[in-house]
């Protein structure tokens, strides 16, 4: 009976040490994709203590590991949006979205606008309630910029397009109307119409170049 027990006994103990050890790839596998991910992710328990947060969050929010693990996340984080929608979601258990812009305002010359797309879910347990929440950080800093730059680009090229087309309009409506004009007067305005025209030309060559 003694060995019968022993031999239990060691096979509860290899079971449990091969549960441990698909429990600890399980998680290393986790932490590896949680560091490779370029979205910043924080996990935030029922307390709103931080619990995990990968490099790329801290990098986002401008933090240090050692600092913020165990911490209040409102302590760490600076960004009313972010703490906001942590609050909201611990409390509601729905997924909340929300957004941040840093204000141009108070930043440096060269300094980079800060642009976010923060989204917050609850996690729960069994028994369905809320046991903290996760926390995804999408920098789009890079094409805010781009799309301010866009639509800077398409303002100026549209500007630059009106010029020589209000010019061609303006003096064909003066020679269409005007039946009594000299041929010397018509020809000095065709010739500012060419001209015109020639401008439009290149600008639009110019547009094609660009979007080539």
Same mark, same amino acid.
């Given at each position: ?142 094409? #805010? +910029?781009? &799309?301010? $730059?866009?639509? !800077?680009?398409?303002?100026? @090229? =549209? ?10 309009? #303006? +003096?064909? &409506?003066? $020679?269409?109307? !005007?039946?009594?004009?000299? @041929? =010397? ?28």
């Amino acid at each position: 009976e003694m060995g019968l027990l022993a031999s239990a006994v060691n096979r509860m103990a290899l079971t449990s040490l091969q549960k441990m050890d698909e429990i600890t790839d399980d998680r290393n596998r986790l932490a590896g994709i949680l560091t490779g991910m370029v979205e910043g992710v924080i996990y935030v328990d029922e307390n709103q203590y931080i619990q995990h947060i990968n490099q790329a969050a801290l990098e986002i929010l401008g933090l240090s590991k050692e600092n913020s693990i165990h911490k209040p996340i409102w302590e760490q984080v600076r960004i009313e949006e972010i703490t906001k929608s942590v609050e909201q979601a611990i409390e509601t258990g729905h997924v909340v979205k929300s957004h941040f812009s840093q204000d141009s305002s108070v930043l440096s010359k060269n300094a980079k606008t800060l642009v976010i797309d923060i989204y917050v879910a609850a996690i729960f347990n069994e028994s369905k309630r809320p046991i903290g929440v996760v926390v995804v950080l999408n920098d789009i800093s890079e094409l #805010a +910029l781009l &799309e301010r $730059i866009r639509r !800077d680009f398409v303002a100026n @090229a =549209s500007h630059e397009l009106k010029t020589p087309i209000t010019a061609i309009r #303006a +003096l064909t &409506e003066t $020679i269409l109307d !005007d039946d009594d004009m000299d @041929a =010397s007067m018509s020809r000095r305005f065709t010739e500012k119409i060419n001209a015109q025209s020639l401008r439009l030309s290149s600008l639009v060559t110019d547009l094609m170049t660009i979007s080539r």
